[in-house]
């Protein structure tokens, strides 16, 4: 006979009420911590122009942080309670009511140029906003918040906080809930040249540390070089970056895929300021990735990592997609000439390539079964259909607009579980009964049951492009639904049920960072894009 199992509850309890009893004791002791760090309080309103799909606009952007008042050298300074408020006009709610946009949810990432003594680098700063809804008219306020890189230095010397070019990411939902059409927007912005206060945010002294033995504000005699900012310098190219090549203020160089990578640029002289946290993007031989080499590469492959993150609606959460390999043949553009001006299209293939299969890496996903029961899965994408990625170009001298869109039928499948710690038998073939399915822009053209993914791209002649593009990279969002959930279990036992519940339904928003591509095929593939085995040089890094 099988006695009652003795039951953990109560060690949990007593470990919780240990944990809240310790927090207890130590509450009155955090406020006299907290008031011994003096704080320097920012409150910023920057004039920025927005390129929306109605042309150039103008938006107050409103930056709010708090710095430490000083800091010595080789500390860390971080900026907290850190907000962007994006003020859009009138004229961008009519753009928004035009795409029958009902509700926006909005991602910022300000690149913010550190610099010191001469020398600069480069972080972002990224921020997530709650969905809000559009107004009739008038203007619309999209206040985003997060957490941003602290800074070190070495040195002595002040340390100044300089606002640069800002990226709005904007995810649209119709009044029904469904994505709009689009499903996303990309808003780039940059500074006013016209205004007149600038970029400035914060300046920091920072004093000697105990080993530099410099006087304060001093510059050392390798700080003589010229500054990276002086005019006749180079800027930073962050062709890798979420916008695709946005000569963003701030923002890291080629090979640093994403804004915000944040160690100082390549080239940048000695001693320039560290921002926390690795470079997004780095060369394939530093960082983790899997192989990504076309052994059949013609003098059109492009090879590239992708990666990003998806949520989840009915688990509240985001699971990470990880980063992937992906072989591109590009194919033979052509011109159309339509009322609104030549147009310059592409239709590309592309397939996911892992160990010989076209699929992403297996990766983790946790949720909770019957709304509690921690369950942990292994999943895979599992591309089971074509995959195509098409530029629409419209070439206006000296403006060119792109939109660019990437389809793909690929089905979720799982390969173990465990549920509470216990292997859950999932069986050999768990998987949605179909692919991932999104609200298909034109669907005559392209029918079937597949996720579509979206970026745009701008130029403006002698200007760098920005947003979206297919060989520097950028940022595609999109909206999928995840089907119901097929052949999973054994012995007799079916879990399709369990897994549909848990994660099916509509609603999942993707964001996928693509990094800059390889020309794998050519006779000598460009150093700055390929390492020497012809794999892609720059690992981008997961954005929300």
Same mark, same amino acid.
């Given at each position: ?203 920091? &002294?920072? %004093?000697?540390? $105990?080993?530099? !033995?410099? =006087?304060? /504000?001093? #510059?050392?005699?390798? @700080?003589? +070089? *010229? ?31 994403? &804004?915000? %990578?944040?160690? $100082?640029?390549? !080239?940048? =002289?000695? /001693?320039? #300021?560290?921002?926390? @946290?690795? +470079? *997004? ?264």
């Amino acid at each position: 006979m099988r006695g009652p199992r003795p039951t953990t509850h109560p060690s949990r309890v007593r470990a919780r009420g240990a944990t809240i009893a310790a927090f207890v004791a130590l509450a009155p002791l955090l406020p006299a911590a907290a008031a011994a760090v003096e704080t320097l309080k920012v409150d910023t309103a920057l004039s920025y122009v927005c390129d929306l799909p109605s042309g150039p606009q103008t938006a107050t952007v409103r930056i709010t942080a708090a710095f430490p008042e000083r800091a010595s050298a080789g500390e860390e300074v971080r900026p907290t309670d850190v907000t962007t408020t994006v003020e859009l006009p009138a004229a961008a709610v009519a753009d928004l009511k035009a795409l029958e946009a009902a509700e926006v949810r909005a991602e910022t990432a300000l690149g913010v140029a550190v610099g010191q003594n001469g020398r600069e680098t480069g972080a972002a700063w990224r921020g997530t906003a709650q969905p809000v809804g559009v107004p009739a008219e008038g203007p619309l306020a999209l206040v985003t918040t997060g957490e941003v890189p602290a800074v070190t230095t070495s040195a002595a010397g002040d340390l100044s906080f300089t606002a640069g070019n800002l990226d709005v990411g904007l995810a649209l939902s119709a009044a029904d809930g469904t994505p709009a059409d689009p499903a996303s927007l990309s808003v780039p912005c940059a500074p006013d040249a016209d205004a007149e206060q600038g970029g400035p945010l914060a300046t920091v &002294p920072v %004093a000697p540390g $105990p080993s530099t !033995g410099e =006087p304060s /504000g001093s #510059p050392s005699p390798s @700080d003589s +070089a *010229p500054a990276s900012s002086s005019p006749s310098a180079p800027g930073p190219d962050p062709s890798g970056s979420q916008d695709g090549g946005t000569p963003t203020r701030g923002l890291p160089q080629t090979g640093e895929s994403g &804004p915000g %990578a944040g160690r $100082p640029r390549e !080239g940048a =002289p000695a /001693g320039a #300021p560290e921002v926390a @946290d690795a +470079a *997004p993007g780095a060369s394939a031989g530093a960082r983790s990735a899997p192989t990504c080499r076309n052994e059949q590469a013609t003098p059109t492959t492009l090879t590239a990592y992708i990666t990003g993150y998806s949520n989840v609606r009915k688990l509240n959460g985001a699971n990470i997609i990880p980063v992937s390999c992906v072989f591109i043949e590009q194919g033979e553009p052509g011109v159309e000439f339509r009322p609104d001006g030549m147009h310059v299209v592409q239709k590309s293939d592309a397939d996911l390539f892992h160990e010989g299969r076209k699929q992403t890496p297996p990766f983790k996903a946790t949720f909770l079964t019957f709304g509690f029961a921690p369950t942990t899965a292994t999943l895979v994408l599992e591309q089971v259909g074509p995959m195509s990625v098409e530029s629409d170009m419209l070439a206006n001298f000296p403006v060119y607009t792109s939109d660019a869109y990437v389809r793909a039928a690929l089905v979720l499948r799982v390969l173990d579980a465990r549920v509470n710690g216990t292997p859950l038998d999932v069986g050999p073939s768990c998987r949605t009964e179909k692919p991932l399915t999104s609200v298909e822009p034109d669907p005559a053209k392209y029918p079937g049951d597949h996720l579509v993914l979206h970026g745009r791209g701008r130029q403006v002649i002698p200007d760098p492009a920005t947003g979206y593009q297919l060989t520097s990279g950028g940022a595609l969002t999109g909206e999928v639904t995840i089907p119901a959930f097929k052949g999973c279990g054994a012995g007799g036992e079916n879990l399709d049920r369990l897994f549909t519940a848990s994660i099916s339904g509509s609603g999942n928003y993707i964001k996928q960072i693509q990094g800059q591509t390889c020309s794998a095929g050519l006779e000598d593939p460009p150093m700055d894009q390929c390492t020497e085995d012809r794999q892609p040089l720059v690992i981008p890094k997961p954005e929300r």
